[in-house]
């Protein structure tokens, strides 16, 4: 193993500590800020985050349990690209719209680097949703549990429990020191690699719910006997993320406990992270989350001292989080296929020579909804449009193209996402890329894994100059595109 824990016994075998411990005088970490680039909180209809959604899509969701989850998450695309992250809640979860709307208001006041920061909550009819930033490089549960081509390295675990200790510090002097339900699904992974603590968690799931729904071995002990959360419990629940980090594993609180005792320390620390740390570093996150899980909750540290002892902790804290976490980065994570390139170049003749071989066959259903309905004047009539639009569209005609497939998207009755992706060329070829943009859209909307939506939103967004906004769109469109290939 990478340690044999042999100083474990003077520091870690007597689990008693004789009061609180001392809160730790340590300068704020710069990195350790508000965030001054996020939005201010504010109110969405339930038509915006049903648009962002693409109708909340089941292809959309990324909660854990999937669409069996009282409350599911949804990622989604706000009109001006702001990726978002949706929680969108049961229906009899908030009865009291008030209620709900001012609870996450005062998670929305919160603005820090270390949070997935809340951007805003709908209550429309009965519906009570949040809104969040979107974090696309999964949850620590997936890196540390279910990691598919490198374990975590021991420098980021390090790195995790630091800035999940600053987060909840932050959120401590803020007044907000409950965290309900701090597990390893509520650590995300921003763009550049970064962990972040999901805001989701500062809110109940329901008005008078549960704070709990992990495994009743994981809870604190005296929420079993009182049903509180107080913020001694999250940081007994923080002692557990301490354990998931050494381990790799889920393991209960208790048995954790009787292999410290019992100084079994290699049965507990993740064999994937052999060599990688000193037998002082190991010592130490043992000692950590042991304070953490202490029984009295009143013996446990505060945030501020747990970020002191980790920041002294930190290893490789000039080594970028995507490079420690082999996440693609920048020009990295742009592995693009032919027709990608293509649409990076903004070769819109390229492009459409690949929209004209595809035809319609990305068409779910729509080929045997138009045979069917064709008996109709005003369905005959329809599909005469949409046959002129193709029609000019292989002969390059692209402003007849666009009067007629506006004509068959006018009447309503079918909807294709194919003809939205070539109309929205033909803006583009018009030098029209704010409908162009608008169609792109669109055809996710009607389509939402359909990665040529998201190709000619990046094409279209280059054309703005949205250039940051472009390499978004072009990363999720390799990434469907990489998907569908592999099915």
């Known amino acids: 193993m990478g340690c044999d824990f042999s100083k474990f016994s003077a520091c870690c075998s007597g689990t008693e500590h004789s009061g609180p411990v001392l809160e730790a005088n340590i300068d704020e970490n710069e990195e350790n800020s508000e965030a001054t680039d996020v939005p201010p909180f504010q109110e969405y209809t339930i038509d915006q985050l049903r648009k962002a959604t693409s109708g909340f899509a089941v292809e959309n969701i990324v909660s854990e349990h ?90 980021m675990r390090l790195r995790v429990a630091l800035y999940l200790a600053q987060a909840l510090e932050y959120c401590t002097s803020k007044g907000r020191a409950l965290y309900h339900d701090l597990n390893a699904y509520r650590v995300l992974f921003d763009d550049e690699g970064n962990p972040r603590l999901s805001c989701f968690g500062l809110m109940k799931n329901s008005r008078d719910g549960k704070s709990y729904s992990t495994n009743l071995a994981f809870t604190p002990p005296e929420y079993l006997r009182t049903g509180r959360v107080t913020p001694e419990s999250v940081t007994y629940s923080f002692g557990t993320l301490l354990l998931d980090l050494l381990s790799g594993k889920h393991i209960p609180p208790s048995h954790a406990l009787d292999l410290i005792r019992d100084r079994n320390l290699q049965m507990l620390t993740d064999s994937c992270l052999e060599g990688q740390f000193s037998n002082d570093e190991g010592t130490e996150l043992v000692r950590l989350a042991s304070r953490c899980l202490q029984s009295e909750p009143r013996e ?66 729509a080929a045997t909804e138009l045979s069917f309905q064709m008996w109709t004047n005003q369905m005959q009539e329809t599909l005469n449009s949409k046959k002129k639009g193709d029609s000019a569209f292989r002969h390059k005609d692209f402003k007849a193209a666009i009067d007629s497939y506006t004509q068959f998207i006018d009447v309503g009755t079918m909807v294709s996402p194919t003809v939205y992706a070539r109309r929205s060329l033909s803006y583009l070829m018009n030098n029209m890329p704010e409908e162009a943009l608008k169609d792109a859209l669109q055809a996710q909307l009607v389509s939402p894994v359909w990665h040529i939506a998201y190709y000619l939103q990046a094409v279209a967004l280059l054309a703005l100059g949205r250039e940051n906004e472009a390499q978004v769109a072009l990363k999720e469109a390799s990434s469907l595109e990489s998907k569908k290939n592999t099915n």
Request: hydrophobic residues 35%; glycine residues 6%; aromatic residues 8%.
């Open 300 to 365: 446990r540290p505060y945030p501020k001292s747990l970020v002191s002892a980790l920041i002294d902790l930190q290893k490789d804290s000039e080594v970028p989080s995507h490079v420690l976490m082999g996440i693609p980065h920048g020009t990295n994570a742009l592995p693009l296929s032919p027709f990608g390139e293509q649409c990076l170049r903004m070769d819109l003749t390229a492009i459409h020579e690949v929209l004209e071989k595809l035809g319609y066959k990305d068409d779910e259903g």
């Open 66 to 155: 999937g669409e069996k989850a009282p409350n599911v998450v949804y990622k989604g695309k706000l009109e001006n690209q702001t990726r978002i992250a949706v929680k969108r809640f049961n229906r009899s979860a908030w009865p009291d719209a008030r209620q709900f709307s001012e609870e996450a208001r005062a998670v929305g006041h919160l603005r820090n680097e270390r949070l997935a920061n809340l951007l805003g909550c709908c209550c429309d009819g009965d519906e009570r949703l949040l809104v969040a930033e979107y974090m696309p490089n999964d949850t620590l549960a997936k890196h540390l549990f279910h990691w598919e081509t490198q374990p975590m390295k021991w420098a």
